[in-house]
């Protein structure tokens, strides 16, 4: 499923020597119970949003939570996380040009609860999916 998440059940059943039916519940319940998703992934490279910045910002602790929700919320922000280090979090955003992303850092640097704010741009992705092997 990680390297095609339309596999046919019966494709699976046949690989792993087992009935269709149980590869059916199988997967089923893996998504109930939120273990796994079946997404598309999206080649940015393709779209007019090409441009990915890589974003890390120092938040103040008092405005942490507040911060993290007002970026999610950012349909640009593809990816954000809390992380150890100098920064508390970093971000991926997805712009169109130099003057959006540009407009992007103005924003957060305006915000009260941001102290610091380092960018760097992607150049070019290699590799831009998560995939786990989990042990059999």
């Not at 039916?21 to 893996?30: D, E, G, H, S, V």
């Not at 940015?44 to 405005?63: D, M, N, P, R």
């Not at 407009?103 to 009260?112: E, I, R």
Request: hydrophobic share 40%; aromatic share 12%; proline share 1%.
């Amino acid at each position: 499923l990680q390297q095609d998440g339309r596999i046919p059940y019966s494709s699976i059943s046949r690989a792993l020597n087992v009935s269709e039916a149980t590869i059916r519940y199988r997967i089923k319940r893996l998504i109930e119970e939120k273990i796994v998703s079946i997404t598309a992934y999206i080649n940015y490279e393709k779209l007019k949003f090409s441009s990915i910045a890589c974003i890390e910002l120092e938040v103040e602790s008092s405005f942490f939570k507040e911060t993290v929700f007002i970026l999610t919320e950012i349909e640009k922000v593809t990816f954000l996380a809390v992380v150890t280090g100098r920064s508390n979090i970093t971000l991926e955003y997805l712009y169109e040009d130099n003057d959006d992303l540009i407009q992007f850092l103005n924003y957060l640097k305006s915000l009260k609860a941001v102290k610091q704010v380092d960018s760097r741009i992607m150049l070019k992705v290699y590799k831009s999916q998560y995939p786990i092997q989990l042990k059999k």
